[in-house]
């Protein structure tokens, strides 16, 4: 079974320093990875994801997640974040393995950040 | 092009009657999803639609809970003798469904949100 885990329900972080939000995944083959953003009163917007490749994966609006196979590991990264990337952040996976099988989404993590 | 699209965006309906959101995909894609968001939770899927496969259900919580996808396009969500619990954002989602490639991502529609009373 997949599943997708976000140990913290909220980070706060102040405007201009780095951030990063935590995704851990468990998936009995290879696994895609995603994130997606969802800021108030609108619906998820995509962000990055993980097919293959460079573990190192860069999307929008200068986040970037590196994919770590030993840790199982996701997390995502902006080195120096903006009170506008204040939203809840959700990481997905999917078993590459599995086709036909649906995604799983983490429980997300507000993230805040001050000016 | 049109992204995904929901109706309606609000729906406001009284305990114990039946209500019906609509999904409208991006054209083209094959594969369909609806999840469920309560009030600052996390995402719960809910079905999932691959071309003409049978689709996976496993998500829905009760049987009241049922859901069509007609020519492989648009979608329809019934929620039947609505509680008071069903009271949730609705999101549906599109995606290409290629496997293998790298067109996994799925589009989000901006949900309907219910409110029953």
């Known amino acids: 079974a997949q599943s997708v885990a976000q140990p913290e329900d909220q980070v706060n972080v102040a405007e201009g320093n780095p951030l990063t939000v935590k995704c851990t995944y468990s998936?009995?083959?290879?696994?895609?990875l995603f994130w997606y953003v969802q800021y108030p009163n609108r619906g998820l917007q995509f962000l990055l994801k993980?097919?293959?490749?460079?573990?190192l994966v860069k999307g929008s609006y200068g986040f970037e997640a590196e994919f770590n196979k030993s840790q199982t590991s996701f997390h995502l990264k902006k080195p120096s974040a903006l009170v506008s990337d204040s939203a809840l952040y959700f990481c997905?996976?999917?078993?590459?393995?599995?086709?036909?099988?649906?995604?799983?989404f983490g429980p997300g993590t507000r993230l805040s950040v001050l000016p | 092009g049109a992204g995904v699209s929901q109706s309606p965006s609000n729906k406001v309906t009284e305990k114990g009657k039946d209500v019906e959101l609509r999904c409208d995909p991006i054209?083209?894609?094959?594969?369909l999803y609806w999840y469920r968001q309560s009030l600052g939770q996390g995402l719960e899927f809910l079905i999932y639609?691959?071309?003409?496969?049978?689709?996976?259900k496993s998500g829905l919580p009760s049987d009241r809970f049922s859901a069509e996808r007609t020519g492989g396009s648009v979608s329809t969500l019934t929620i039947q003798r609505t509680q008071q619990e069903d009271s949730a954002v609705y999101l549906c989602?599109?995606?290409?469904?290629?496997?293998?490639?790298?067109?996994?991502?799925?589009?989000f529609g901006p949900g309907t949100r219910l409110l029953v009373l």
């Open positions: 989602a599109s995606s290409p469904g290629t496997s293998g490639s790298s067109q996994e991502t799925q589009y």
């Open positions: 998936v009995s083959g290879n696994p895609y």
């Open positions: 993980y097919i293959t490749g460079d573990n």
């Open positions: 997905a996976v999917r078993d590459r393995g599995n086709y036909g099988q649906n995604f799983v």
């Open positions: 054209s083209g894609h094959t594969a």
């Open positions: 639609f691959q071309g003409n496969s049978a689709p996976d």
